[in-house]
């Protein structure tokens, strides 16, 4: 689906360089992180343990909300210590190697937050999403307009937010593991005004797919 020339980056050196020093910072706004924790509290049920993909110092998981073990996989040790909810963690550049080191059918429940758009090889890495999650668990991923755009795929920098849907989506498809295929699309509608002062809300979209 996605050619040699789709995966490219703006920045070709190893992602290890450019994740090198920790981002204890927000990397979406305040609306998209409330929208991400509601959709969190929708389809995670208490007790299950969760893989929090290209995770970072926060995951927006509900506070109140009971889990199981929460591993968090990330490219810097320090932002993945710095992360209260997650009971272990790993560092993993699955540009290079996208085979998990969890064993099959070992969590109820993915995550991938405003990530994806940097992974070189997404079918490879949904493949073993796929592996690791138990019968009907969800695969979320969320992603709005924000990125670095230096190492994000060019498949994803050229692509509109719709198509961006469309191209998470098939990559689920490609893999033939998963059962159902949801979609999620919300732009809010801002008065020219509010824009003029302080900018629209980031959009809002996810997939999220269940074996």
Not at 14 to 30: G, M, N, S
Not at 88 to 115: H, I, K, M, W, Y
Not at 119 to 134: G, S, T
Request: hydrophobic residues 40%.
């Amino acid at each position: 689906m996605l050619t040699d020339a789709d995966r490219r980056k703006q920045n070709a050196r190893p992602d290890r360089f450019f994740y090198r020093e920790p981002r204890l910072v927000q990397h979406v706004d305040e609306s998209f992180r409330s929208r991400l924790t509601d959709l969190y509290r929708e389809r995670l049920r208490p007790g299950d343990d969760v893989l929090d993909l290209m995770s970072s110092w926060v995951s927006h998981l509900p506070p109140e909300r009971e889990l199981g073990d929460v591993v968090g996989h990330g490219m810097n040790a320090e932002e993945l210590a710095a992360n209260e909810r997650l009971t272990e963690s790993f560092v993993q550049d699955l540009n290079r190697e996208q085979q998990l080191p969890l064993d099959t059918g070992s969590v109820d429940a993915v995550l991938c937050a405003v990530s994806v758009q940097y992974l070189q090889h997404p079918e490879r890495v949904f493949a073993e999403v796929a592996r690791v999650l138990r019968p009907g668990g969800p695969f979320i991923v969320s992603f709005s307009n924000r990125m670095f755009a230096q190492k994000a795929i060019r498949a994803w920098r050229e692509a509109s937010g719709s198509e961006r849907l469309h191209l998470v989506r098939g990559c689920c498809e490609a893999t033939g593991a998963f059962a159902t295929i949801e979609t999620i699309a919300e732009s809010p509608l801002v008065p020219p005004t509010r824009r003029f002062l302080g900018g629209a809300p980031d959009p809002f979209y996810a997939v999220i797919a269940a074996t």
